[in-house]
């Protein structure tokens, strides 16, 4: 892969990605499919073409760090790190299993590179911006990426972050929320209203944009506009589709926490492989 | 040495600590002056971390600055950090994360406010957190060590802390990591386990009890509890007392039963402390008295068992 992959290369990772996603959780029999390809296009993005890190020393001081704090979706950052060379891809198979060390949700503690122990949702933020301010602390350019689901922000400690992080003025900390609208009881719409979701973080004074989540032009403006933010953090609202690559998974809220059997995940892999993905 | 609060105690030794370690950071959430991790503040301003009252957000954030290396200590009342136990549970217990959390304004000692402000469950509930260690000296000097002790050690800490002033007991050399302190030995009939303020109200009640020439232990450990300590004085004495301004479910009188049991102690065990019920407003000593854990109740107890 090069230095920089061009837009059709993290098209193509992210192909991968999906296929490994679908195939990894059906042969765990359980996981979270739509909320993982939901977000697959973000993390591509952002590990092939923001975030510093040296895949032989993981633990590198001055790496850029990422927290996933929608941690059910941690499928997606699994078949990242394989790409990016610090997980093996026959590791990805024992997802879910016992003593495998891909647990269902992230555990920093056996997989040190996942950074945080993520699942219960709404804490992850706030452990971004502790980092955030050790980074700023420690006077390191690194910076912090923090991955939320649109449900996931309606817990009352995102909002209890949202009002300090400006406080503390972390420029280093740039959110995501994949606002997919789903959540495992229906569409976060009916479930518990969240709109206008932006306008919310913009009167909490993040600098907040709002694109296409599976755009990756966007994607990358996106990171580059929030990078250039000198005196608060970055929230960037990505819309996008849950299940998204997979036609009988988009927008279908069945999928958020069941695993294909056998026959949908060839389906599904082949319409992946074959290009359908928009 | 004048009575003090090992909250007031805690406060000089982390602004101390702060001067000879860089890497101690410090978060509160709208309570530093009565926490009194204000002196830190207004010492190291820039490593000093004004959360607002959001005590889930500034324990989330405590883990985040201990994965970059800093040692957090992050301080609230006990009731309300024990009251986010999900995010201490996920972000510093499940993660390792090196965080010191520090609740002050312990149990019935908290007085006048009342229940709500009173950590009078808080042992109990982080107690079941794998790894993480829970602390609560008994004076001034036990407190200056605690507080030292839980900097240097790597993984998760919970230090209990009193809002009332508390008599000096021990000598400098007193303190040692996860061992109980005998303060008063005694002889073949009874011991009185305890932890925190009510070291000084044990040691107060054995001088009432002459007769039966008690053993006064200082546990300020809970969390690895002592447990050789436990059973030499369970094999030396024909009854042990636990007295704890905490819940005597899940505090120290717990922690001291599994110990017995587990060994086959046939050893009777009297839990005192508050007795499954919820705390109230008042001065500090009258709710001593009347939840039984001041000298004169702890002393007429062990009269009437003996």
């Known amino acids: 892969m090069p230095e920089t992959p061009s837009v059709q290369e ?93 647990q269902g949700h992230p555990d920093r503690v056996i997989m040190p590179v996942v950074e945080a122990s993520t699942g219960s949702l709404g804490q992850g933020l706030s452990i971004a911006q502790g ?41 280093n900390l740039i959110v995501f929320i994949d606002a997919n609208n ?27 944009q709002e694109i296409d989540g599976h755009d990756y032009s966007q994607i990358l403006e996106a990171v580059a506009k929030a990078k250039r933010v000198t005196d608060r953090p970055s929230l960037i609202v990505a819309r996008t589709v849950k299940g998204k690559g997979v036609s009988f998974m988009e927008n279908n809220i069945g999928w958020h926490g069941v695993a294909p059997t056998k026959a949908e995940s060839e389906k599904a892999i082949a319409e992946i492989e074959g290009g359908k993905r928009s | 040495m004048s009575d003090k609060a090992t909250r007031d105690s805690f406060g000089e030794a982390l602004k101390e600590l702060g001067a000879e370690n860089a890497k101690i950071v410090v978060l509160d959430a ?36 201990a994965f970059t290396g800093f040692i957090p200590f992050a301080c609230s009342f006990g009731c309300f950090l024990a009251g986010r136990y999900e995010t201490i549970r996920v972000s510093v217990g499940y993660s390792k994360a090196n965080v010191k959390i520090v609740g002050t304004h312990s149990g019935l000692g908290t007085g006048e406010d009342g229940y709500t402000q009173m950590a009078l469950e808080d042992i109990n509930v982080l107690r079941a957190l794998p790894g993480l260690t829970i602390l609560q000296p008994s004076d001034d000097i036990t407190t200056r060590a605690a507080v030292k002790f839980a900097a240097a050690h790597v993984g ?73 300590l436990i ?11 636990t007295v704890e301004d905490h819940n005597i479910i899940g ?37 001593y008295e009347k939840y039984g854990i001041s000298a004169g109740k702890i002393a007429a107890r062990v009269q009437e068992a003996f």
């Open chain 1, 182 to 208: 789903g959540q495992i009881d229906g569409h976060v719409t009916e479930v518990m209203n969240l709109e206008p979701l932006a306008e919310k973080w913009r009167a909490f004074n993040w600098a907040v």
């Open chain 1, 10 to 102: 993290l098209s193509a990772l992210a192909t991968e990605c999906r296929a490994d996603i679908i195939r990894m959780i059906e042969l765990a029999a359980s996981g979270h499919p739509g909320g993982s390809l939901s977000a697959i296009d973000i993390l591509v993005t952002l590990f092939f073409r923001e975030i510093k890190m040296d895949p032989k020393n993981p633990q590198w001081e001055d790496r850029d760090r990422f927290i996933l704090s929608k941690g059910h979706g941690v499928p997606a950052l699994y078949a990242v790190l394989v790409r990016k060379g610090v997980l093996e891809r026959d590791e990805l198979w024992t997802l879910r299993k016992i003593n495998s060390k891909l």
């Open chain 1, 131 to 171: 980092i955030a301010l050790g980074l700023k602390l420690q006077k390191k350019s690194a910076r912090v990426f923090c991955l939320m689901g649109d449900g996931e922000t309606q817990e009352g400690q995102v909002w209890e972050t949202a009002l300090s992080a400006p406080k503390y003025q972390l420029n």
């Open chain 2, 30 to 65: 709208d309570l530093s002056v009565s926490t009194k991790s204000v002196h830190f503040g207004k010492a190291y301003p820039e490593r000093f971390f004004q959360m607002g009252i959001a005590e889930q957000n500034m324990v989330g954030t405590a883990a985040g600055l």
């Open chain 2, 156 to 228: 998760p800490v919970y230090l209990r802390l009193t809002r009332q002033k508390l008599p000096a007991i021990h000598k400098a050399s007193s303190f040692e990591p996860w061992k109980g302190i005998v303060v008063k030995e005694g002889g073949t009939e009874v011991a009185l386990l305890a932890s925190g303020a009510t070291v000084s109200e044990s040691l107060k009640a054995s001088e009432k009890l002459s007769r039966l020439n008690p053993w006064v232990v200082d546990f300020h450990t809970i969390k690895p509890i002592d447990a050789n």
């Open chain 2, 231 to 241: 059973l030499k004085l369970a094999k030396t004495c024909k009854k042990l007392v």
């Open chain 2, 251 to 287: 505090g120290l009188g717990t922690s001291v039963a599994e110990v017995l049991a587990e060994a086959g102690s046939s050893t009777p065990l009297i839990r005192l402390g508050v007795q499954d019920t919820y705390g109230e407003s008042g001065i500090a000593q009258d709710l």
